[in-house]
């Protein structure tokens, strides 16, 4: 027997793109592939994630914290890039998390842990900035 998140799925295609946040539950995955890397979001709670980004066999893995978005039908995720990995490679990260994110449907932030806090935001969907917002 089909879970019911798993019929509204079925039954509900365009609304699970249209607001990919009320379909995030508890222990699915939701994946992007683009032609140099892939991303995958697994929900381990309404509030927690972590997303899974791998370049051909190398896999990383962030944590994640989910909000509540400006609108309703839009999720926020809020993620920090370690400072072990080099900043050319974080640009490079943060960059392909912003399009990933967003294709997702989400809204998004993401830092640079170790770096003074007028410089650990690297990227942001569009209207959101700040560290605070």
Do not use: W
């Amino acid at each position: 027997m089909k879970s019911l998140s798993a019929k509204c799925q079925l039954v509900f295609p365009r609304l699970k793109r249209l607001c990919p946040a009320h379909f995030s539950m508890s222990g699915m995955g939701q994946s992007v592939a683009f032609p140099t890397f892939s991303l995958t979001l697994e929900s381990v709670s309404h509030e927690d994630a972590y997303i899974y980004y791998q370049v051909g066999e190398k896999k990383t893995e962030f944590y994640a914290a989910i909000g509540r978005g400006r609108s309703n039908f839009r999720s926020s995720i809020i993620t920090t890039i370690p400072k072990e990995i080099g900043d050319e490679e974080a640009a490079k990260i943060a960059a392909d998390l912003a399009l990933g994110l967003s294709k997702l449907g989400y809204e998004y932030k993401v830092y640079r842990d170790g770096v003074p806090p007028h410089k650990a935001l690297l990227t942001h969907s569009p209207g959101l900035s700040g560290i605070n917002e």
